[in-house]
Nanobody
Framework: QLQLVESGGGLVQAGGSLRLSCAAS????????MGWFRQAPGKEREFVAA????????GYQDSVRGRFIISRDNARKVVYLQMNSLKPEDTAVYYC??????????????????WGQGPQVTVSS
């Protein structure tokens, strides 16, 4: 079973950038679709982005498309989320996730079998 450990969260001013990293172990990383979800206080967990097993495709939630970039390095077993032009509404706990099975995009949390611990990202106005 894939195990995920994130790093890179923190506090940033609006308009700034942060990069989250997620290191994987314990599984065949290249066999997993990887992604990121987030959960803000008082809100439901929501899909942010996903990337295919080889990195050949990516998908984003509408509110982050054009600002966030997901990427992966299968040799190093790491997935990244580069977050630019951050807004206060991006404040949330961000979860790295992994899904085996079909190499297609999914925004459904229950389809992801591996979850990281979730670093906090706070964007001040």
């Amino acid at each position: 079973q894939l195990q995920l450990v994130e790093s890179g969260g923190g506090l940033v001013q609006a308009g700034g950038s942060l990069r989250l990293s997620c290191a994987a172990s314990g599984g065949i990383f290249s066999g997993y679709v990887m992604g990121w979800f987030r959960q803000a206080p008082g809100k439901e967990r929501e899909f942010v982005a996903a990337i295919g097993r080889s990195g050949s495709w990516t998908g984003y939630q509408d509110s982050v498309r054009g600002r966030f970039i997901i990427s992966r390095d299968n040799a190093r077993k790491v997935v990244y989320l580069q977050m630019n032009s951050l807004k206060p509404e991006d404040t949330a706990v961000y979860y790295c996730v992994g899904r085996d099975g079909l190499d297609v995009i999914s925004n459904k949390a229950y389809e992801y079998v591996a979850w990281g611990q979730g670093p906090q990202v706070t964007v001040s106005s």
